[in-house]
């Protein structure tokens, strides 16, 4: 994955700055936000 972000000086594009993530750790990150979430639904459903 790579998030790319154009740089600006006076309103003309110069240059760009692009960071890359391995993919192994989107897939990492969005099993463990699954997991919060789950545990979220599960206490709003205990404390209603």
């Known amino acids: 994955m790579a ?3 154009p740089i600006f ?3 003309e594009i110069v240059g760009a700055v692009a960071t890359f993530r ?3 750790d989107i897939k990492i990150m969005a ?3 699954t997991g ?3 545990y ?3 206490f ?3 404390n209603t």
């Open 3 to 5: 998030n790319i972000v």
């Open 9 to 11: 000086v006076k309103k």
């Open 22 to 24: 391995d993919k192994t």
């Open 31 to 33: 099993k463990q936000l």
């Open 36 to 38: 919060v979430r789950s």
């Open 40 to 42: 979220a639904e599960a």
């Open 44 to 46: 709003a459903f205990t």
